[in-house]
């Protein structure tokens, strides 16, 4: 149980929270929201112990495994290969492995019982950790977040700041802690590994705290919300979307309530003014002042935190198709093909999502859109009166960090606009009067990507193309982008990790995978039942002869295929029986060894590890029977 009993933190003059108490209790599920700043990362400091309260107590169970994962890789992280990195998250695995193996060192035949039972807890310790799954485990998270087998064995050293994450979020996730706290685990990931991350957390029964301005990871994973404003923490149960409901009956109540209190309080003050001075009134005016006096007072309104939505101008005229690609390869120097034979037609109208696993090309192919970059064959044709507007990933590429704001919309008209029009443009976006002075680098995310729109819409394009626009966003910022979006009469075509802002805004999918580039008709769930999930899934182009874009084969084949999955069947029943033989015989031995029955106990210690490694093994086979059974299946 994790208890916060009248907390109040400051820092400088912003304080952060202000007498707040909520409770965790064993095995719940909580979400944490609230506005960029308000303190969210601050209260898992105060969980594990980074940061001290000013006043009040934090509590929390010292015997509990607290698992951590920051919103930034720690800079003492000990290097290494990667697979060696997140297994060191279960170091009491290890640990235990380690002792296992020295104490069966010392077996000898009139070893004291006291030994044998010590490597019979040990081993049955062990086991329940799943440590003859470590590895497995541990290489099945590592894929499951888009990590390639070929680059387990490589040094944490040679991956990027956002690939350490990822393997930082598998080792945490590995560790099977008590406690959960995940800050942000998706600002780091694509689309199909947030999906993997919201189906491993769906199986964890721990306590789950999570931060996260993802909706669509708070709508499947948190079963109550925490929501964190202006200093106070309040409790909403029943989920994300029954707290987006109930936060809105709570404002529209206080301000019913403010507005009831105000109107009580006013027609009193008016009663006292009127009839001051006339001496006949005294007595009712009297008792109207002591009326007055006890009246509760007006409360404090919950009121939405200021943003400025976002809206987009009218594009300029174009012809029906703006751009498409002819046969269009790419690959940097010395590197291989990222991909070849691209030929995509985007339409006037279209809001196109492009998804697949980080490295595949989506950031690439969007720079060739934008004419950053040029294909290495084949060739990108402009449509009629084509303009194009880019925003990078990152910010520093198109926005200065020294530059001031109007400086940087300035300079983006390129001479062809007046300065009152450029600071009447910052106008429309929220920047008004001294705000135009201030330099890039004091902006918020969500200010930034306001800018970052300014800059383009200086000279209004029709096609927007948009590198992770929602990452600095919190959940406010994203509604508003997703709103703007979708009014925008122009063409987008974006990468998001966000599978809400994906859903609610694309009407058309982009998939990029090892097995090349493809266009998808529909929005986002639509493209996952189309391609049964596997693009979203392992990050490849689904196979051409899939289901959903073949003919159903004929009679022959049908039987054909029908036979084939009862050989299938057959042999999926007797790998099951072999699981249960060899999980019995592995109870038998492990009983053995605690009643004193063996006398060659190194052996039988191995004996044990390789029944466990049988029971790995046949269980791998007997999943990919099973995946095979489901694509026959699948084309039937």
Same mark, same amino acid.
């Given at each position: 149980?994790?208890?916060?009993?009248?907390?109040?933190?400051?820092?400088?003059?912003?304080?952060?929270?202000?007498?707040?108490?909520?409770?965790?209790?064993?095995?719940?599920?909580?979400?944490?929201?609230?506005?960029?700043?308000?303190?969210?990362?601050?209260?898992?400091?105060?969980?594990?112990?980074?940061?001290?309260?000013?006043?009040?107590?934090?509590?929390?169970?010292?015997?509990?495994?607290?698992?951590?994962?920051?919103?930034?890789?720690?800079?003492?992280?000990?290097?290494?290969?990667?697979?060696?990195?997140?297994?060191?998250?279960?170091?009491?695995?290890?640990?235990?492995?380690?002792?296992?193996?020295?104490?069966?060192?010392?077996?000898?035949?009139?070893?004291?019982?006291?030994?044998?039972?010590?490597?019979?807890?040990?081993?049955?310790?062990?086991?329940?950790?799943?440590?003859?799954?470590?590895?497995?485990?541990?290489?099945?998270?590592?894929?499951?977040?888009?990590?390639?087998?070929?680059?387990?064995?490589?040094?944490?050293?040679?991956?990027?700041?956002?690939?350490?994450?990822?393997?930082?979020?598998?080792?945490?996730?590995?560790?099977?802690?008590?406690?959960?706290?995940?800050?942000?685990?998706?600002?780091?990931?694509?689309?199909?590994?947030?999906?993997?991350?919201?189906?491993?957390?769906?199986?964890?029964?721990?306590?789950?705290?999570?931060?996260?301005?993802?909706?669509?990871?708070?709508?499947?994973?948190?079963?109550?919300?925490?929501?964190?404003?202006?200093?106070?923490?309040?409790?909403?149960?029943?989920?994300?979307?029954?707290?987006?409901?109930?936060?809105?009956?709570?404002?529209?109540?206080?301000?019913?309530?403010?507005?009831?209190?105000?109107?009580?309080?006013?027609?009193?003050?008016?009663?006292?003014?009127?009839?001051?001075?006339?001496?006949?009134?005294?007595?009712?005016?009297?008792?109207?002042?002591?009326?007055?006096?006890?009246?509760?007072?007006?409360?404090? @309104?919950? !009121?939405?935190?200021?943003?400025? /939505?976002?809206?987009?101008?009218?594009?300029?005229? #174009? +012809? &029906?198709? %703006?751009?498409?690609?002819?046969?269009?390869?790419?690959?940097?120097?010395?590197?291989?093909?990222?991909?070849?034979?691209?030929?995509?037609?985007?339409?006037?109208?279209?809001?196109?999502?492009?998804?697949?696993?980080?490295?595949?090309?989506?950031?690439? @192919?969007? !720079?060739?859109?934008?004419?950053? /970059?040029?294909?290495?064959?084949?060739?990108?044709? #402009? +449509? &009629?009166? %084509?303009?194009?507007?880019?925003?990078?990933?990152?910010?520093?590429?198109?926005?200065?960090?020294?530059?001031?704001?109007?400086?940087?919309?300035?300079?983006?008209?390129?001479?062809?606009?007046?300065?009152?029009?450029?600071?009447?443009?910052?106008?429309?976006?929220?920047?008004?009067?001294?705000?135009?002075?201030?330099?890039?680098?004091?902006?918020?995310?969500?200010?930034?990507?306001?800018?970052?729109?300014?800059?383009?819409?200086?000279?209004?394009?029709?096609?927007?193309?948009?590198?992770?626009?929602?990452?600095?966003?919190?959940?406010?910022?994203?509604?508003?982008?997703?709103?703007?979006?979708?009014?925008?009469?122009?063409?987008?075509?974006?990468?998001?990790?966000?599978?809400?802002?994906?859903?609610?805004?694309?009407?058309?999918?982009?998939?990029?995978?090892?097995?090349?580039?493809?266009?998808?008709?529909?929005?986002?769930?639509?493209?996952?039942?189309?391609?049964?999930?596997?693009?979203?899934?392992?990050?490849?182009?689904?196979?051409?002869?899939?289901?959903?874009?073949?003919?159903?084969?004929?009679?022959?084949?049908?039987?054909?295929?029908?036979?084939?999955?009862?050989?299938?069947?057959?042999?999926?029943?007797?790998?099951?029986?072999?699981?249960?033989?060899?999980?019995?015989?592995?109870?038998?031995?492990?009983?053995?060894?605690?009643?004193?029955?063996?006398?060659?106990?190194?052996?039988?210690?191995?004996?044990?590890?390789?029944?466990?490694?049988?029971?790995?093994?046949?269980?791998?086979?007997?999943?990919?029977?099973?995946?095979?059974?489901?694509?026959?299946?699948?084309?039937?």
């Amino acid at each position: 149980m994790i208890i916060f009993d009248k907390v109040s933190k400051q820092f400088g003059p912003q304080t952060i929270l202000n007498q707040a108490s909520f409770t965790v209790n064993p095995g719940e599920q909580v979400g944490i929201v609230g506005p960029n700043g308000a303190g969210k990362s601050t209260i898992f400091k105060l969980i594990i112990g980074d940061e001290d309260t000013d006043k009040g107590d934090v509590i929390v169970p010292g015997t509990q495994r607290v698992g951590y994962l920051r919103q930034q890789l720690p800079s003492n992280e000990e290097d290494g290969s990667l697979l060696d990195f997140v297994k060191a998250g279960c170091q009491e695995i290890i640990d235990m492995e380690i002792e296992l193996h020295e104490l069966q060192e010392q077996l000898t035949a009139d070893s004291p019982p006291e030994l044998l039972q010590k490597i019979g807890d040990l081993q049955h310790e062990f086991e329940h950790r799943d440590g003859y799954q470590l590895t497995a485990n541990t290489e099945a998270a590592l894929g499951g977040l888009g990590f390639t087998p070929d680059r387990f064995t490589e040094p944490m050293s040679s991956f990027s700041g956002g690939w350490q994450m990822r393997a930082q979020l598998a080792r945490v996730l590995l560790s099977s802690p008590d406690i959960l706290l995940l800050d942000e685990p998706s600002n780091y990931l694509d689309l199909p590994a947030v999906e993997w991350l919201q189906r491993f957390l769906s199986h964890f029964s721990g306590t789950l705290l999570l931060i996260s301005h993802d909706r669509q990871l708070l709508r499947s994973l948190a079963k109550d919300i925490l929501d964190l404003r202006h200093g106070s923490v309040t409790r909403f149960a029943g989920g994300y979307d029954k707290y987006v409901i109930l936060r809105k009956e709570r404002i529209e109540q206080q301000i019913a309530r403010y507005k009831t209190l105000s109107k009580q309080r006013e027609d009193i003050e008016s009663f006292i003014r009127r009839f001051r001075a006339q001496a006949t009134k005294a007595a009712q005016v009297q008792s109207r002042i002591k009326m007055l006096e006890k009246m509760e007072p007006l409360p404090d @309104l919950e !009121k939405e935190d200021n943003r400025v /939505l976002l809206r987009l101008p009218e594009p300029p005229s #174009s +012809g &029906h198709q %703006l751009l498409r690609t002819e046969n269009v390869g790419f690959k940097y120097p010395d590197g291989p093909w990222l991909f070849k034979g691209v030929d995509l037609s985007i339409e006037r109208g279209d809001k196109l999502a492009l998804v697949g696993y980080n490295g595949m090309g989506k950031t690439t @192919l969007l !720079k060739i859109l934008a004419e950053i /970059l040029q294909p290495v064959e084949g060739k990108r044709v #402009s +449509g &009629h009166h %084509l303009v194009t507007g880019y925003q990078s990933q990152e910010f520093a590429e198109t926005l200065p960090l020294e530059h001031s704001v109007f400086k940087v919309v300035k300079d983006a008209a390129r001479g062809q606009t007046t300065d009152q029009a450029v600071r009447t443009l910052l106008g429309s976006f929220g920047f008004q009067g001294e705000f135009c002075d201030k330099p890039v680098k004091v902006l918020s995310g969500g200010e930034k990507i306001r800018l970052a729109f300014a800059r383009i819409f200086i000279n209004p394009p029709n096609l927007l193309l948009l590198d992770e626009p929602t990452t600095h966003l919190d959940i406010q910022g994203r509604e508003a982008l997703e709103q703007a979006i979708c009014q925008y009469k122009g063409t987008v075509c974006f990468v998001s990790h966000d599978s809400s802002f994906v859903r609610n805004t694309a009407n058309g999918v982009i998939s990029i995978g090892s097995e090349g580039v493809r266009r998808w008709l529909g929005g986002y769930d639509d493209f996952l039942s189309q391609s049964g999930g596997k693009v979203a899934i392992d990050g490849k182009a689904p196979d051409a002869n899939a289901a959903s874009s073949k003919p159903k084969p004929d009679g022959k084949k049908r039987k054909e295929a029908r036979k084939e999955i009862r050989k299938l069947e057959n042999r999926q029943r007797k790998l099951e029986q072999a699981i249960e033989q060899l999980e019995a015989t592995q109870t038998s031995e492990v009983q053995k060894a605690q009643t004193g029955e063996v006398s060659d106990f190194k052996t039988h210690q191995q004996h044990l590890a390789e029944i466990a490694g049988e029971i790995q093994s046949t269980s791998r086979e007997w999943m990919e029977v099973s995946e095979e059974i489901e694509r026959l299946e699948e084309n039937l």
